[in-house]
């Protein structure tokens, strides 16, 4: 089974919508569950992967595929600088891309971000602490990044399976503020922690 099969993320969903007008980056998109949804939504989305099964799962009307491992320590980042109205990573870390990642994201731009976090061993994989996130990890790389945080939540989750996870969803700084104190489906008015 490739991964990322299934429902799109529930966090991924929610902020979706808040996405400014542009392309979209689904990083480590797996069979491309968040492809097509982003897709769905009007956006043309860039799947990104290193896994080419994964990707011609993923490939789909409005969705462009790209083969590329980026933990190779040979292929440099191949994005340019503010290229990218959303990226949105799910059940991948790879620390030295962080700050790629933000410099790829436009000025009005927003991360969406859910991976695994320290604790998650007790229920499966991933186990190793190299692909678990520390306490409050990423809502420390937004700050340093220059990322002004919307949402973020930190714990346990039942679904789609028991797990430890984060979740951050992150705006460049010109991201409307506005925009960002709106829930954009449940009217909810403030930052979640």
């Known amino acids: 089974m490739v991964h990322g099969a299934g429902d799109p993320s529930a966090w991924v969903e929610r902020f979706a919508a808040l996405l400014p007008r542009g392309e979209v980056l689904d990083l480590a998109c797996g069979s491309g569950r968040h492809a097509r949804l982003l897709a769905a939504l009007g956006h043309p989305v860039l799947a990104l992967d290193r896994d080419p099964a994964a990707l011609a799962q993923a490939a789909g009307p409005g969705i462009a595929t790209l083969a590329c491992d980026l933990e190779d320590g040979i292929t440099p980042w191949p994005f340019a600088p503010a290229r990218f109205a959303g990226i949105v990573v799910t059940n991948y870390l790879h620390r030295p891309l962080m700050a790629d990642l933000a410099r790829s994201l436009a000025p009005d731009g927003l991360l969406i971000y859910e991976t695994f976090s320290a604790g998650n061993e007790a229920y499966g994989k991933p186990s190793n602490p190299a692909f678990l996130l520390g306490e409050g990890e990423l809502l420390a790389l937004a700050a340093a990044l220059g ?13 789609p399976r028991p797990a430890m996870v984060q979740r951050l969803c992150a705006a460049g700084p010109e991201f409307p503020r506005a925009k960002a104190l709106i829930g954009p489906r449940d009217g909810q008015a403030g930052t979640r922690f």
């Open 147 to 159: 990322l002004r945080v919307l949402a973020y939540e930190d714990g346990y989750t039942g679904s």
